[in-house]
């Protein structure tokens, strides 16, 4: 369940009963939007905050063009009136008269503002731009696609003129976004105020188009990232899966693999040692197993046998949805074949890292995706040398999307919220977006890149950052 779904439901069914206007999909919007971008809890309604949201982050960041601002001003009159009426509403909020009068206020700017170019954020630019060329990311079937279409949309931005492009773009990259100010001051720390050092490049080691001077964060050095994803055990496993599944293998209509070559290629990649360690994390302690090897086999084979679909079997459903969508595989008719040429370039490397770390990531367990983003971006920090796992631990917590947070303070709870990042650090320590040093992890060129498009991702709604 979205985090927002039952305060939402709670909310609808207060104004039903009322006969108050609440639109539902209004009411998301406002939460998603002032959750990722200025970390606000939806009950937090301080005075100014009805004008910045309908000002500032719904133009910037919000979907594009104009929205029926009479029904959000309402919406949002009945939503502080349910959170004041409820005892919901935090005491830092001002009141639910004043906030609707602040809005009506609000309201007579706000098509203008929603009309303004320069109060957009530098993705929602970069997307309008790429509908009234025609290229909209609205409606598209895969990750793969989505790519495709969005590096259409970055070469046609980039062979405008330089002027058009300033012209088009917002002054500020981020638009008051905490998180994007917070990744620019990484930046501006590491470059010195801005100025890029004698080894960094933004141009031809830039297939996105973005580090300009923008204010966003460049990717990391080409050469570097690619080797980290010729070096990366998923990545070579998804090949390895491939290579087996070579001119055709038969599928489901689910275009899922057959139980039997399903259970034959959990064997032929050794998929059980991944699965092992993903076991071990149930265990309260951390403890690694020491297992004889006779008990090992004993144990691959009843989790071999044991699932009785191919999506049912983790370890390797992880690998068969990213090879798809990155080209690795494809469907024709009942079977799968294998399409994927060699890299032949660190480019065409790093390409084909990065679609199936953004593929692994979009179908990871929802529970796990924040703790994993997050780890992802407290790793940015261009002056981290490394991560300790207790920090981590820490951090995650405290975030308002633990659900073993809000139950308790006991030793129990803290215990299954360690274990909980664990397990969801599990999902990519195999990639190579970081490196375990003991209790600590590493940052990688590889993983600075997942994390820049993480970012996206999320600001984009694809997975929940």
């Avoid at 308002?400 to 274990?419: C, K, L, M, Q, V």
Wanted: net charge negative; glycine share 8%; with cysteine.
């Amino acid at each position: 369940m979205d985090q927002h779904e039952l305060l939402i439901r709670h909310a609808v069914a207060w104004a039903e009963k009322r006969r108050q206007p609440l639109d539902r999909d209004l009411l998301q919007t406002v939460l998603e939007l002032r959750d990722f971008h200025d970390a606000t809890a939806p009950q937090d309604w301080p005075a100014g905050s009805a004008e910045h949201l309908m000002l500032v982050r719904w133009p910037s960041h919000g979907p594009s063009g104009e929205p029926d601002v009479e029904r959000l001003v309402a919406t949002l009159d009945s939503f502080w009136r349910f959170l004041r009426g409820t005892g919901r509403m935090a005491s830092s909020s001002a009141d639910p008269r004043a906030l609707t009068k602040e809005a009506r206020r609000a309201a007579q700017a706000m098509p203008a503002a929603c009309a303004d170019p320069s109060r957009h954020g530098a993705t929602k630019s970069l997307i309008e731009f790429g509908e009234s060329i025609g290229l909209s990311l609205e409606g598209v079937a895969s990750v793969e696609e989505a790519n495709q279409r969005l590096q259409q949309i970055v070469e046609a931005w980039n062979a405008l003129p330089q002027d058009q492009r300033h012209a088009l773009s917002s002054p500020s990259a981020h638009q008051g976004s905490l998180r994007g100010i917070a990744a620019t001051e990484l930046l501006a720390g590491a470059l010195g105020d801005g100025e890029l050092g004698d080894g960094d490049v933004v141009d031809d080691d830039d297939p996105w188009g973005l580090a300009d001077d923008s204010g966003i964060i460049p990717f990391a050095d080409l050469t570097e990232v690619a080797a980290g994803v010729r070096s990366s055990p998923f990545v070579q496993q998804c090949r390895r899966l491939a290579e087996w599944v070579g001119r055709g293998k038969e599928v489901t209509p689910k275009e899922v693999l057959r139980l039997a070559p399903a259970r034959e290629v959990y064997d032929v990649l050794g998929l059980w040692e991944w699965e092992r360690g993903e076991q071990q994390l149930w265990d309260a302690a951390g403890d690694q197993l020491d297992l004889p090897l006779r008990s090992e086999e004993l144990l691959s084979t009843a989790a071999r046998d044991s699932f009785r679909s191919a999506a049912d079997c983790r370890p390797l459903d992880r690998l068969w949805l990213p090879s798809l969508e990155a080209g690795l595989l494809a469907i024709e008719g009942r079977r799968a074949v294998a399409v994927g040429a060699e890299p032949r370039s660190d480019e065409e490397w790093r390409h084909l890292g990065v679609m199936l770390l953004a593929s692994l990531l979009i179908h990871t367990e929802p529970l796990y995706v924040h703790a994993v983003v997050g780890a992802l971006v407290h790793l940015l920090d261009p002056a981290r040398h490394t991560l300790p796992l207790d920090d981590l631990e820490d951090w995650w917590w405290q975030s308002p999307r633990n659900p073993y947070a809000g139950p308790g303070e006991g030793r129990t709870w803290r215990t299954a919220s360690d274990r909980l990042l664990r397990r969801a650090l599990h999902e990519m320590d195999d990639t190579g977006v970081w490196r375990r040093e003991g209790g600590q992890l590493r940052p990688t060129p590889l993983g600075h890149d997942v994390a820049l498009l993480s970012a996206q991702l999320a600001e984009a709604g694809v997975i929940e950052g």
